[in-house]
């Protein structure tokens, strides 16, 4: 069956960078695009953007560009999320989900809780 | 950015009714539309997809239907695991944004 696991908790400090790792199986890595979508504690979803594995290209929320970089390495079936210059509002829960296509989200990975504190 | 609003907020119901969500998008997202549930603690779960196409595995209840830019979520009768909170998502264009949460309540 499909799973992706995604690497433990992080606390990081403001400024600094976090990088969250989405270990995929039970599917082709390379034929379904992986995305990456956050929530803030008690808050709503919101769409950090995606990465097709196969070309590793990528599409990213304007509001992340800049900030955010989404990689993969096809030998070990992992997809990667890097977020930068961290602050109080990123504070969140971050999944990873993997899809037949650029648009919804099929098979979820169990979130990463990254807390930024001083 | 396309918004996606959801009503109600909150929505509070018994074991056995039939109960309808409803998403608006500030545009047109044709049928690029999906719907998840969230039960507390854990990842979203894909339900629908392209406004009414059903996940494999996902119960029969649920259906979904509207274009353009008005969609409903429909239950068709309750049952005791549906109580959670439910999440519309366009993909029609970028950034994909999703509507602010229902959260369905045991009455």
């Known amino acids: 069956q499909v799973q992706l696991v995604q690497s433990g908790a992080e606390v990081k400090k403001p400024g600094a960078s976090v990088k969250v790792s989405c270990k995929t199986s039970g599917y082709s890595f390379t034929g379904q695009f992986i995305h990456w979508v956050r929530q803030a504690p008690g808050q709503g979803l919101e769409w950090m953007g995606w990465?097709?594995?196969?070309?590793?290209?990528?599409e990213y929320a304007q509001k992340f560009q800049g900030r955010v970089t989404m990689a993969r390495d096809t030998s070990i079936s992992t997809a990667y999320m890097e977020l930068s210059s961290l602050t109080s509002d990123d504070t969140a829960v971050y999944y990873c989900?993997?899809?037949?296509?650029?648009?919804?989200?099929?098979?979820w990975g169990q979130g990463t809780l990254v807390t930024v504190s001083s | 950015d396309i918004q996606m609003t959801q009503s109600p907020s909150t929505l509070t119901a018994s074991v056995g009714d039939r109960v309808t969500v409803t998403c608006r998008a500030s545009e047109s997202v044709r049928r690029w539309l999906a719907w998840y549930q969230q039960k507390p603690g854990k990842a979203p779960k894909l339900l629908i997809y392209e406004a009414s196409t059903l996940e494999s595995g996902v119960p029969s209840r649920f259906s979904g239907s509207g274009s353009g830019t008005e969609f409903t979520l429909t239950i068709s009768s309750l049952q005791p695991d549906d109580f959670a909170t439910y999440y519309c998502q366009h993909y029609y264009n970028y950034p994909y944004t999703f509507g602010q949460g229902t959260k369905l309540e045991i009455k």
């Open positions: 990465i097709n594995p196969y070309s590793g290209g990528t």
């Open positions: 989900a993997s899809s037949p296509k650029s648009g919804y989200a099929a098979y």
